[in-house]
């Protein structure tokens, strides 16, 4: 069995053309331990199996644990319906994970869905980490959402769960016809969660993803709109997770968080948006 720094070589090596250098543009070349343009900047593929194409140290604010927490409440099924759907999309396609955390999603639709060549990247050194242990998902990096480090017009899907966009970014790199697919959370989406953490904050309750929505029919006047809203019920060894797979428990007093600890939430309400925006012919 290969080791995952062999791993992460040989896909470098067989897919230069997928990449480009986040420095100066230039196209890739494959070198001894990875990848290097012709202006000499070299990306060393790691122990890990993955490249380090961030220019500038970022803080994603986001640690080992939330991540965990995160990968086990997707792998019980909360976002089954989901990633059915998205998975019927992605057959035969090269497809680039937005944000892809601890890869999660990005190693269920692959499970399902099957594309040619699937990537994830995220800002978050915690998360990739944990990405090279799926199963599925055949590269995983660390790269900048404003500064892509792939080559114009490689990509077939980009897939955008829960994470910032930049529509500039995904036009360049996917191919004539290609598609972005984004899920964002809608008004009721773990409402029960907001309200247990925050009961006597009416802010923090609610939430609205209008602007969201507005910008990314601006940028695809023709996308398509699907609405999926249910309730999960949660299974009783995940009930802690709940608590803990979001930036929505950031700032809960800590009594606070050991009350819903010693009674947890039982079930919780999913409620977004898929968007699939295409890009002209």
């Known amino acids: 069995m290969l080791k995952k720094i062999e791993r992460g070589q040989q896909f470098?090596?067989?897919?230069?053309?997928?990449?480009r250098c986040p420095i100066c543009?230039?196209?890739?070349?494959?070198?001894?331990?990875?990848?290097?343009?012709?202006?000499?900047?070299?990306f060393d593929v790691s122990k890990k199996g993955t490249l380090y194409f961030l220019?500038?140290?970022i803080?994603?604010?986001?640690?080992?644990?939330?991540?965990?927490?995160?990968g086990r409440m997707i792998q019980s099924g909360m976002y089954q319906p989901i990633i059915q759907r998205c998975a019927e999309a992605l057959p035969g396609t090269r497809l680039l994970d937005v944000g892809c955390g601890e890869g999660s999603f990005l190693n269920l639709l692959t499970e399902h869905g099957q594309p040619q060549v699937?990537?994830?990247?995220?800002?978050?050194?915690?998360?990739?980490y944990q990405a090279t242990n799926q199963p599925y998902g055949d590269f995983w990096c660390m790269?900048?959402?404003?500064?892509?480090?792939?080559?114009?017009?490689?990509?077939?899907?980009?897939?955008?769960?829960?994470?910032?966009?930049?529509?500039?970014?995904?036009?360049?790199?996917?191919?004539?016809?290609?598609?972005?697919?984004k899920i964002v959370p809608n008004a009721n989406y773990l409402k029960e969660l907001r309200q247990a953490f925050y009961p006597d904050?009416?802010?923090?309750?609610?939430?609205?993803?209008?602007?969201?929505?507005?910008?990314?029919?601006?940028?695809?006047?023709?996308?398509?709109?699907?609405?999926?809203?249910?309730?999960?019920?949660?299974p009783a060894k995940r009930q802690r997770d709940l608590l803990e797979m979001s930036p929505l428990e950031w700032g809960v007093p800590s009594v606070k968080k050991e009350e819903l600890y010693q009674h947890p939430l039982e079930t919780i309400t999913v409620d977004v948006d898929l968007l699939i925006g295409t890009k002209p012919m």
């Open 143 to 181: 790269a900048d959402l404003t500064n892509l480090p792939f080559a114009s017009q490689t990509f077939d899907r980009v897939l955008n769960i829960f994470s910032p966009s930049n529509y500039q970014e995904f036009r360049r790199i996917l191919v004539p016809g290609g598609k972005v697919m």
């Open 201 to 234: 904050n009416l802010h923090k309750q609610q939430y609205s993803n209008e602007r969201v929505l507005s910008k990314f029919f601006q940028e695809f006047p023709d996308a398509t709109h699907e609405r999926f809203s249910y309730v999960f019920k949660i």
């Open 12 to 19: 470098v090596w067989q897919h230069t053309e997928l990449f």
């Open 55 to 57: 220019t500038h140290a």
């Open 118 to 128: 699937s990537i994830g990247f995220d800002i978050a050194k915690e998360g990739i």
């Open 59 to 70: 803080e994603s604010g986001y640690d080992a644990s939330l991540f965990q927490a995160r």
């Open 25 to 42: 543009f230039a196209t890739m070349t494959k070198q001894s331990h990875g990848l290097a343009c012709q202006n000499g900047h070299q």
